[in-house]
């Protein structure tokens, strides 16, 4: 028998409440006996909770009975008053009846599955949705803890079949009846090109979700002694990177996450760019520049009484050239180049705009992303690389070969094990059998 | 009272690949039926093989099996079907003389010395502790150490012409009751049906007014040992219905067995009556019907397409509104039969009722329909029978190996809900299951379990040694495009020196053509070289499953306890647990195709694995 599971679901007590879930066949009779009743399914209800003849809280109690919940199974929440020995009291309270123990981490999240209350991609969905920092990140796990990615899968994954229902058709029953046609593949052809070019866009937009997941990131160069560290302070609004006049004080990339106006960012700050005999420094300058090549926005600092900047990298990502210092000299700017002032904070309030601007542009925060986590990425573009096999495959067997393959692909996604229902469409479209 | 180590009760096509097979792992055999000139009779069409189909009686024939040699003695016509499609999916079919069929099956049987047909009713099954230890037939007791039941449609068959109802297991041949016997085993029986449409008489048939169609001129054989009957191929004829066929039979729905309420239980979707195919698919101007003769020297012809229970009158008015059949005269009115059938997930993948030791099942009792799916379910049983009385190695094939182990693993881990036929679409690995190759998948198999006569294990022998030699010389002759540009083969000039086996991948390089560059490929014959071109072909795809096939095979190692208590498995959701005990699965590799099973649930199965041998 299934085991029934108790954990503590808000935050670290003391707090001003806590809320403890009960999940599994035992859980309305641990009700009933701490609270002397089960309340009304679905709904709040004030109750008294007793253990040992002892009041240990006068708490919200609600039921929610199992399939129809979230872990699929009996489940109840308990509202306390959110003191650690009230906790402590309940879930030992709790503990002490027969068959309930501790949830493990994630043995929720789990059952859900287990239960079929939540595909894999939702199970995904909601670790990000936990974990999610920003307003942008938020949205993103929503919508994938929803299943919209397991939705969008899913309609791929039908389309796939729909066309494997076809080519399966025209492989099994051609020969006994003419009713199935024999469809010729000019068509499929360009319906399938046509689906892999859909699906490499959606791939292309993946990068959009994984800087919206992961942050986007921005690396902090320039030569030594420019400000750089001080920049990355200043926007960070903490001493995050230890600021000195002696160059060459940063040799490490230092990694500060901020929040450009509810997307989330990381700036790099790197060690500044010169000619070195130091190996350690050296080593810091080569990651620099790697850094730098990877990154989504480069923001290249010169400093206002020496105002040139290195030239770009070969393949340069967008760059900012970005002059600090401006309260020391003020040159003429080259076009589409900042002036700030990193001690004094004059035109950080500019910066600041003009990055989260930039932030907005490089994640269009509105639209949903959904191929944030590499394992989606790799099975979408499995599919697309077997549509596009299934498009130019040289003979009918080999065609259904890679639908089947894309099929499955996007099976995998939602963490179904592909039960195929091809001959269900087969069945349904034609007239087969003699 | 006689004593046998196997009993196969009916000699239809699974009954007889039963008895074949039992007897040739040296069992004593009694293939018990009502009349001794039953076996070899087919109810329905004259035709055996096909997509699919054919694949399984290559696979028969493999494991050293008769059907595809009894089909090549009774041939009228053969074809390969699917030649444009690709060889996976290239299945032979033959039409087929029944008297021909009837006479060579019986001179096939006669030469097995310990089979002995025995003609006589069988009346109930004897069960000692829990274990089946013969039949009482009647014409007295028989003992066996086995027993397997081939019942055909003749389980509470009952025939259904409009609201005339007869039973019977077919047109003149009584019903067996033993399906009460099984309830009472409490073995889970449910009701299914099928159909057979009215016999013409091919003389009242305006055949000039009809297009023929023709066997292939190669006149294809469904056994690598089949010999040809001497006979030229007979044309079949192809006509249609059309909108005044559709008419009457929607007019007369109501006097329909199936639409008129008489019948309950679920037929095929793949070989529906014609009531339905007007009811589902009434969008369609008209559905193709093949006339099919159904002997050199008989007059009857099987319309193939048209099979209803609707009554005799009907059937003559919607006939006669057919091209070709104006004045078609109906030699026997066609009927729709129900008959008992037992969930196969009641059975072993070896075909062994779970519960019931000695017990075995194949063909139209576990819910398949067609010949070939009998007949291959046959061998299975037949071999797993004769094991089991002689204590010898279990025979079971599993779905990454053959037709015939994706059939009994959908069977016995998915149930079935309406009649189940083979198409090469259930195959995941389609592309290895290959007509052309079954000697090679199943011919080990089948010589390792004593099932293949020595002649033709010999021959394997030698193809294999020949088709080793082959692919050897086409990996170890090779051209640059360049040499093969200048014997006017037109391929891109990429520079890239390949093996002929690399280049047969490419169309250009035709086998003629790879015959005029290299003259040793006179080695080879044709039929090898096309096989082993046709693995030159599907060489990347194979390659690319054979991961999945490896970890198929390593969840098929994990097998789960035949008595395990599902409800018993921690973390396991109520219905995965209902789900999971319906289908009993025995490895956790069948777990995993049960319908509906998730991969958590797999999860919690696992620690209740053990790498036994598979129960059978």
């Not at chain 1, 501790?102 to 999240?109: C, I, M, N, Q």
């Not at chain 1, 000195?244 to 230092?254: E, H, L, N, Q, S």
């Not at chain 2, 449609?153 to 077919?170: C, D, K, N, Y």
């Not at chain 2, 059975?347 to 398949?368: E, S, V």
Request: glycine residues 8%; neutral net charge.
């Amino acid at each position: 028998m299934t085991d029934t599971i108790a954990a503590l679901a808000s935050g670290r007590p003391p707090a001003a409440l806590a809320v403890i879930r009960l999940s599994g066949p035992a859980a309305f009779a641990a009700v009933a006996a701490l609270a002397g009743r089960v309340p009304p399914p679905r709904r709040m209800s004030l109750c008294r909770l007793h253990h040992d003849g002892a009041l240990l809280d006068e708490a919200l109690v609600a039921v929610f009975p199992g399939p129809n919940s979230a872990s699929g199974e009996d489940l109840a929440e308990f509202h306390l008053h959110g003191g650690p020995a009230v906790v402590s009291g309940v879930l030992a309270a709790l503990t002490a009846h027969p068959g309930i123990r501790l949830a493990e981490p994630g043995e929720y999240t789990r059952r859900a599955f287990a239960n079929g209350r939540m595909d894999l991609a939702q199970v995904e969905g909601l670790a990000d949705l936990v974990a999610a920092e920003t307003a942008s990140q938020r949205d993103q796990a929503l919508a994938l803890a929803g299943g919209a990615l397991g939705r969008l899968a899913d309609s791929w994954r039908e389309r796939c079949l729909d066309i494997l229902a076809e080519a399966e058709a025209g492989l099994d029953f051609a020969e006994d009846e003419a009713d199935v046609a024999e469809r010729l593949d000019e068509a499929a052809r360009e319906q399938l090109l046509a689906m892999a070019s859909e699906l490499d866009q959606l791939l292309a937009d993946s990068a959009r979700a994984a800087r919206i997941r992961d942050g986007l990131t921005i690396v902090v160069t320039g030569p030594p002694n420019v400000g750089k560290s001080s920049l990355v302070n200043a926007l960070a609004m903490r001493d995050a990177a230890i600021v000195t006049p002696i160059a060459g004080t940063t040799r490490d990339a230092i990694e500060v996450p901020v929040d450009l106006g509810g997307i989330a960012a990381v700036l790099i700050d790197t060690a500044g760019l010169r000619d070195t005999d130091d190996p350690v420094e050296a080593e810091g300058i080569a990651r620099a520049r790697q850094r730098a090549a990877r990154a989504d926005l480069v923001i290249s600092v010169a400093s206002a009484d020496a105002p040139h900047w290195p030239a770009p990298a070969p393949v340069p990502p967008k760059t900012l050239m970005l002059l600090n210092k401006c309260d020391l000299a003020l040159p003429v700017l080259p076009a589409g180049a900042l002036s700030v002032s990193a001690s004094t904070g004059a035109g950080m309030a500019t910066l600041r705009d003009w990055l989260t601007n930039f932030a907005r542009q490089a994640t269009r925060p509105g639209e949903p992303a959904l191929l944030a986590h590499a394992r989606h990425r790799a099975a979408f573009a499995d599919a697309h690389a077997a549509l596009v096999d299934a498009a130019h495959a040289p003979e009918p067997v080999l065609r259904a070969e890679s639908l089947r393959i894309a099929a499955h692909a996007f099976a995998r996604v939602a963490g179904r094990i592909g039960v195929d229902d091809v001959l269900d469409r087969i069945f349904s479209r034609f007239c087969i059998g003699k | 009272m006689s004593s046998f180590d196997v009993i196969v009760v009916g000699a239809g096509h699974a009954g007889c690949e039963a008895a074949a097979a039992a007897a040739r792992r040296g069992a004593r055999v009694a293939l018990v039926t009502l009349r001794s000139d039953d076996p070899g009779t087919l109810s329905c069409n004259p035709a055996v093989g096909g997509i699919g189909k054919g694949h399984l009686v290559t696979e028969i024939d493999a494991l050293g099996g008769i059907m595809g040699r009894v089909t090549d003695a009774a041939r009228l016509q053969s074809r390969l079907l699917n030649r444009s499609k690709g060889p996976a999916v290239q299945g032979p079919r033959a039409q087929v003389d029944r008297k021909l069929y009837r006479a060579a099956m019986a001179e096939t049987l006669a030469a097995f010395s310990t089979l002995t047909i025995v003609p006589a009713a069988v009346e109930g099954l004897i069960i000692t502790h829990g274990r089946i230890v013969g039949v009482q037939t009647s014409c007295g007791r028989l003992d066996a150490a086995a027993v397997i039941l081939t019942t055909g449609t003749f389980l509470g068959g009952v025939m259904h012409i409009g609201a005339e109802r007869e039973v019977g297991g077919r047109v003149g041949a009584q019903a067996s009751d033993l399906g009460s016997a099984l309830r009472a085993m409490g073995l889970p029986v449910s009701r299914l049906k099928t159909g057979t449409p009215a016999r013409l008489d091919g003389r009242s048939i305006d055949w000039a007014a009809l297009d023929w169609q023709y066997g292939d001129a190669d006149d294809p054989r469904l056994s690598r040992f089949g010999r040809s009957n001497g006979r030229p191929a007979l044309p079949c004829a192809i006509t249609r219905t059309n909108a005044t066929t559709h008419q009457i039979i929607r007019d007369h729905l109501g006097e329909s067995a199936l639409y008129g309420g008489h019948i309950n239980s679920v037929g095929p979707r793949y070989c529906p009556s014609i009531e339905d195919k007007v009811v589902r698919f009434g969008d369609r101007d008209g559905h193709q019907i093949f006339l099919e003769p159904e002997g050199y020297d008989d007059i009857t012809i099987y319309p193939n397409g048209l099979s209803t229970s609707l009554p005799l009158a009907v059937q003559e008015k919607f006939i006669a509104s057919i091209k070709g059949l104006e004045r078609a005269r109906i030699l026997r009115a066609g009927y729709a039969i129900e008959y008992d059938h037992v969930d196969p997930r009641a059975l072993t993948p070896g075909l062994a009722a779970k519960d019931i030791p000695g017990l075995f099942l194949a063909g139209q009792i576990n819910g398949t329909t067609g010949y070939e799916e009998a007949a291959a379910q046959g061998l299975v049983a037949g071999a797993n029978a004769a094991a089991a009385a002689l204590g010898l190695d279990k025979l079971i094939i599993d779905r990454t190996a053959a037709y015939i182990g994706v059939m009994i693993d959908d069977l016995t881990t998915h149930g079935v809900a309406e009649p189940y036929r083979m198409f090469t679409s259930r195959a995941e690995y389609r592309l290895r299951l290959r007509a052309d190759n079954a000697d090679q998948r199943l011919t080990p198999i089948g010589i390792g379990a004593g099932l293949v006569p020595p002649a033709h294990a010999a021959r394997f022998a030698t193809d294999q040694a020949r088709r080793e030699a082959g692919r050897t010389l086409l990996e170890s002759l090779s051209a640059s495009p360049h040499q093969l540009a200048a014997h006017g083969i037109d391929v891109r000039q990429d520079g890239q020196v390949r093996t002929l086996f690399e280049w047969l991948r490419f169309p250009a390089v035709t086998h003629a053509a790879a015959r005029r560059v290299w003259p040793e490929l006179a080695a080879l014959s044709d039929e090898l070289l096309a096989s082993l071109a046709v693995d030159a072909n599907y060489a990347a795809y194979v390659a690319r499953q054979e991961a999945e096939v490896a970890a198929v095979r390593r969840d098929e190692a994990l097998a789960l306890p035949t008595d395990l208590d599902f409800a018993a498995v921690a973390g396991l959701s109520k219905e995965m647990i209902e789900r999971l005990s319906k289908a009993r699965p025995l490895t956790l590799g069948a777990a995993s195709r049960v319908p509906g099973i998730t991969p958590a649930a797999l999860i919690a199965l696992l620690p209740h694995t053990s790498r036994n041998r598979i129960a059978a």
